[in-house]
């Protein structure tokens, strides 16, 4: 058995925010690097061996001899939340987009509402994470409870802020960081033990498909597009005609239509080919233009929240009930469950995922068939009969 190999010392010498200085062996070569700040940046130097006395001695002596420096008289103290919120929603946030930048502003009133305007931001702790999950989702902040998924992107934001005062200098006479570390680094979000992630059955599906004409062709051809591709409503919406070879069944997927920001082709069934040509018949669009245009502005295409308004129509013209947190989203989870049998590789290229293990995490539901077809073929391995007639292995007695 091969034995681990023994994880190598690392040594702090000083004091933090005057002369601290700090010793780790590099993950590359191996050797022993001195780490400390100096004029807001930080600075780092390899000392080229593997000896660990030897480089606790050199760190203390080079700590030491920070200290022989003359310091500046400053009177710099780490800003308070709501002064670092301030920072970031004047120096960050404008270069969001207005909706994003509305959420930045609503959730920073919410998170100085818990953690306190005046509270030291490198004075937060699991203790403020922990208070502001259960305030935020008990609904003790806007009076309605909300899911965990909901607080976790407050959090987002919160954690967001201390990294960027991490990075950032300037901040003090010397040009130090806003803070020197984010003390809410690898602490937990909060996770729904049951989430809801309702799927689609075909026979659903085929309702929706039957009644697709009387809510309009647009429905038609993203209800046909979202069923036989797994992707994204808005990436479907935002399609263009340049982005579709209906000769070779191929369709690209443009970066900024795609949640993950990547560019990628994929090809395309022929009920999906049969829809853009639908959508052809329907729209006199060439090159750039949208294959769905909004209905008010043809040179726009149409929006997700209008396809969700779509699908809200669809549904009672079908006569099926809504399932709460069923919408397009459900299409993309039957795609990748349909296909759970199939390599995991070909799976996220098809329906467009970056990370595999989000698919096995969050969207391959298998259906009681397949578990059934699965416990069948373990009672047939277990099965003696089978057993009968086959002839001993080499070796065997």
Known sequence: MKRPKKK??????GKKGRNRVRAFPCSKTGNYTIEWW????????????????????????????????????RTFRPPSLKQLFDKYLTHVTPTKSKGVADFDRAATRRLLSVLGATTDAASLTFRH????????????????????????????????????????????PSGEPL?????????PYPKHPNPNRPTI??????????????????FRVALVLAHETGHRIDSICRLRWSDVDLEKGQVRW????????????????PEAVAA??????????????????????????MSRHYARSLWRRAERAAGIDHVRGRCWHSFRRKFASELIDQPIKKVAMLGGWKDTRTILECYQQPSQEQLRSTLKQRSRSLDPEQDRGKEPREGAA
């Not at 987002?156 to 901040?171: D, E, I, M, P």
């Not at 659903?204 to 647009?218: D, N, P, T």
């Not at 795609?258 to 082709?265: F, I, L, S, T």
């Not at 040509?277 to 329907?282: D, M, Q, S, T």
Request: hydrophobic residues 35%; proline residues 6%; positive net charge.
């Open 129 to 172: 994470w922990g208070l502001y999950i259960e305030r935020r989702g008990s609904g003790a902040v806007t009076g309605s409870s909300v899911s965990p998924r909901t607080v976790t992107r407050d959090l987002k934001l919160l954690r967001s802020v201390l990294n960027w005062a991490k990075r950032s200098g300037s901040a003090g």
């Open 276 to 301: 853009l040509e639908l959508a052809r018949a329907n729209s006199a669009g060439i090159g750039d233009a949208p294959i769905f245009p909004a209905p008010r502005d043809p040179t726009r295409p």
């Open 8 to 13: 190598r010392r690392s040594f702090i010498a």
């Open 201 to 218: 059955s075909d026979d659903e599906y085929l309702k929706m498909l039957a009644k697709a004409e009387e809510v309009g062709w647009r």
């Open 179 to 187: 803070i020197e570390r984010n003390p809410l680094e690898g602490l």
């Open 38 to 73: 100096e004029n807001g940046h930080r600075r780092s130097k390899s000392l080229g061996h593997k000896d660990a006395e030897k480089a606790e001695a050199q760190a203390m002596k080079v700590a030491a001899a920070f200290l022989d420096r003359p310091q500046p008289n």
């Open 254 to 269: 443009r970066a900024e239509a795609d949640k993950a920001g990547r560019e990628h082709q994929t090809p395309v069934s």
